[in-house]
């Protein structure tokens, strides 16, 4: 549900391939990407959440006051997130639609859509905590989807489409800062070690369902630096451990999400082995949002301890509103916009940050 997600799948989608339309990624000869597809939580989802029973959603303003006139999409920053910014790299589109959204085209299921749901994680119970899609519900929208595409263009291009297009996770934040540091959900039964091993099984497990239902080209994201956000270093900062060197961030939350990444990394290695059609790449982006949060200065960023939402500390979704007097005038100060997501300026920093693995993706997708 972070930055971490945002940079990690925009400089995948930039280290991918080339399509049809402007590009500003130049990619491989004969390489084509006729469709983004995003599964995860909020780091990605544009809008799916608009149209659950959930509090869990930001459909209303101060969200979007930067995105296409100031309107709130559901979309859980001031202005574009990852989907947008990978999907406009990628020349496929400005936009990545929601697929929930009642509003969307025929026409756009050819080019890609969102099925992530913000608030929801690896772990199934972190959706049920959320009242969310889980990870199996959004393959669910991907079957349906799959079956609307063959109606639309008949079963050999669908499986064309399927194949050849680029699919991008970004989970795992949620289960850290909602169902186990923040509550007793998990932590009763598990420590960090068993918890994250709990973790690899139904991130694997999705992954596997995801290539048994035809697609190839898969980019996962790691867990960022969740325990830098303001809303663990407010909340957490008693239970989750001490603000040791990592400038004010909780070392136990950031520990945490380095032994996922560490364990998610392997498991991808493992799962490339076993389905050799597979091309499967694991993106880092841990690190380039917890360098821009030690050294915010360096990016034009003023704030990195709070949101420009309200006081910062713990507004998100619900608490994220238009009443709340507290809310910054200058938002291009700050690296967070709530107490959770970042600003689309630091997305777009984090992401030109990790463009650098773009070459190194390159051969381990062809």
């Known amino acids: 549900m972070h930055p971490t997600c945002l940079a990690i799948f925009l400089f995948l989608l930039a280290s991918f391939f080339f399509q049809n339309l402007e ?3 130049i990619l491989p000869k004969n390489v084509t990407v006729p469709a983004l597809i995003m599964f995860g939580d909020s780091i990605v989802d544009t809008g799916n959440n608009n149209h659950l029973a959930t509090l869990f959603k930001c459909n209303f303003p101060p969200y979007g006051k930067d995105f296409l006139g100031g309107e709130p999409t559901g979309r859980f920053s001031n202005g574009r997130i990852p989907s947008d910014i990978l999907a406009e ?15 969307l085209q025929t026409e756009e299921l050819l080019t890609g859509v969102c ?3 913000s608030g929801t994680g690896y772990d199934p119970l972190t959706s049920q905590v959320t009242s969310v899609l889980s990870l199996s519900d959004q393959l669910k929208l991907f079957k349906e989807y799959i079956e609307k595409l063959k109606t639309l263009v008949g079963e050999e291009r669908t499986a064309t489409i399927i194949s050849q297009s680029l699919y991008v996770v970004c989970a795992g934040s949620n289960d850290f800062l909602i169902t186990y540091f923040l509550t007793p959900l998990r932590r009763a039964k598990y420590d960090v070690p068993a918890y994250t091993d709990f973790m690899i099984q139904s991130a694997s497990t999705f992954l596997q369902e995801l290539y048994d239902l035809g697609a190839r080209r898969i980019a996962v994201l790691s867990v960022p630096s969740v325990g830098c956000v303001p809303y663990a270093r407010s909340l957490l900062g008693g239970i989750g451990g001490g603000r040791g060197g990592d400038g004010g961030c909780i070392e136990d939350v950031n520990e945490a999400a380095q032994l996922f990444n560490a364990k998610l ?3 991808m290695d493992w799962l490339n082995n076993k389905f050799p059609e597979a091309r499967m790449v694991y993106i880092d982006v841990y690190f380039p949002l917890l360098h821009l949060n030690r050294r915010p200065r360096d990016y034009g960023f003023e704030e990195v301890s709070k949101g420009c939402c309200g006081t910062g500390k713990i507004e998100v979704a619900e608490l994220c509103n238009d009443l709340n007097p507290f809310t910054c005038t200058d938002v291009s100060k700050y690296v967070y916009w709530d107490s959770v997501h970042p600003t689309e300026k630091a997305y777009q920093i984090i992401f030109a940050s990790v463009e650098m693995q773009a070459q190194s993706l390159i051969y381990k997708f062809f």
């Open 23 to 25: 590009a500003k990624i």
């Open 265 to 267: 990394s392997s498991q």
């Open 89 to 103: 790299e990628l020349g496929i589109k400005e936009f990545l639609p929601a697929y929930l959204d009642p509003n």
């Open 115 to 117: 099925f992530a749901s």
